[in-house]
């Protein structure tokens, strides 16, 4: 938060929103973490057997992470989330299966490259929390 001349306070969850190139390159690293998210959900879900909640549980948060990544809606709190669910699924694949574990901290880290660099122009958190235009009026003020 900073304070303007009048001191009001402005809150940026970003230092900027990059369109053009950069903003596509966004959307790629949003998708690619996205998808997996979605996907692991759809996994969890397939896999739950009996009348066991919490894989039902998990399936359904890791697709609405994967949802709010995906139309880039509070991306800070859904890429950490994310980023937690990578690195738990890393720990717990690591005694058997090297290659899943590393592919876990391969997310892992593309998750906080997204934590880091915001979600882009082209999300919902440039609509809602983006920049503004301030049109100030032509009109002058009477000297009193």
């Not at 809150?11 to 996205?34: M, N």
């Not at 979605?38 to 397939?46: K, N, R, S």
């Not at 694949?93 to 892992?108: C, E, Q, V, Y």
Request: net charge positive; glycine share 14%; aromatic share 10%.
């Amino acid at each position: 938060m900073r304070l303007t001349r009048g001191g009001c306070r402005l809150q940026r969850f970003f230092s900027s929103f990059p369109e053009g190139w950069p903003g596509i390159g966004l959307i790629f690293l949003r998708l690619t973490v996205a998808l997996n998210v979605i996907t692991q959900g759809i996994f969890a879900i397939a896999a739950a057997s009996g009348p066991a909640l919490a894989p039902w549980f998990i399936g359904i948060v890791a697709i609405v992470i994967g949802v709010a990544l995906l139309a880039g809606c509070l991306t800070p709190i859904a890429g950490v989330s994310a980023t937690i669910g990578y690195l738990a699924m890393g720990v717990s694949d690591l005694p058997a299966n090297a290659g899943g574990a590393f592919l876990a901290f391969d997310l892992t880290a593309i998750s906080i490259a997204l934590i880091l660099l915001g979600p882009g122009a082209f999300s919902l958190d440039a609509i809602l929390f983006g920049r503004r235009e301030i049109i100030i009026p032509d009109g002058r003020r009477p000297l009193d």
